[in-house]
């Protein structure tokens, strides 16, 4: 009999939330057919927590390394050396999560805008994919690639946004990371159209625990964890009209060619 494989392209298990239970949260997801994690990085304490965390299950877990927008007003150039440094790390795989958030503006836009022109550049250098975020600055967020030549893939996780969005970082040569999100009847609505009928190549899916929480799990409490992301897989198989070891199998595949693994 076979079993799908789920290859879980963002957790947050640095958070808070996972400091009590966090190796029950591990062993649930690998009883779930998880068989990577990625654990993303904000910062770069975030990426030394993050290493640690991996130092005993290093097939399982790769990370990230790189600075969230949201703290961007504490960027500074001594962080590109550091960056640098922790991503000479085997397991770390990618640049992030690094991107604009015009939505909450915890950092002034320039220091946004520099910090992300700041790390595309050390991903270029590096030869690493870029792990992106992006909310409420899609124009700006664009226009940081405007001039670059860019050599590296680059995902742009949790989307939510609509139609053209999509398309155009597609055609940039982006990748597309949709979490359960997409299981919410109301916040999610105006996607189905968009998932029902989008390519699959460069498509790969996540959790973003602790946030997220499928819409559709009668469950207690509102932490998400690696394990459910399955929902995703689902949901995506649903509007697609596929089966879901057919797709589980197209994302791991996805998720391992954007990691170079």
Same mark, same amino acid.
């Given at each position: ?51 640690? +965390? +991996? ?47 015009? $939505? ?38 664009? $226009?940081?690639?405007? $001039?670059?030549? +860019?050599?590296? $893939? ?62 559709? +799990? ?44």
């Amino acid at each position: 009999m076979k079993t799908n494989s789920y290859f879980d392209i963002g957790a947050n298990l640095t958070h808070e939330s996972f400091d009590k239970d966090l190796i029950t949260v591990i062993e649930e997801a690998k009883q779930n057919n998880v068989k990577k994690i990625c654990i993303t990085s904000t910062s770069i304490e975030d990426t030394r927590v993050s290493l640690k +965390l +991996l130092e005993n299950d290093q097939n399982f877990f790769i990370t990230t390394c790189g600075i969230h927008p949201h703290y961007a007003d504490t960027f500074e150039e001594s962080n590109i050396r550091e960056i640098k440094e922790l991503s000479e790390h085997p397991s770390v795989k990618a640049i992030g999560e690094t991107g604009l958030d015009f $939505n909450r503006n915890y950092s002034k836009k320039d220091n946004q805008i520099l910090c992300f022109k700041s790390q595309i550049e050390v991903a270029q250098d590096l030869n690493l994919p870029l792990f992106l975020h992006q909310r409420d600055a899609h124009k700006d967020f664009m $226009n940081c690639f405007s $001039n670059i030549d +860019l050599k590296v $893939n680059a995902v742009v996780h949790c989307f939510t946004g609509e139609k053209e969005e999509f398309y155009e970082y597609l055609d940039k040569g982006f990748w597309i990371g949709f979490t359960g999100w997409i299981c919410d009847p109301v916040r999610g609505k105006h996607m189905i159209d968009l998932i029902a009928n989008m390519p699959l190549e460069r498509i790969m899916i996540e959790t973003d625990s602790p946030y997220l929480l499928p819409k559709n +799990l009668k469950i207690k409490g509102r932490r998400n964890e690696p394990k459910f992301i399955v929902e995703v897989a689902k949901k995506i198989a649903k509007l697609q009209n596929k089966d879901l070891e057919e797709i589980t199998k197209i994302f791991f595949e996805n998720s391992q060619k954007f990691f170079n693994l």
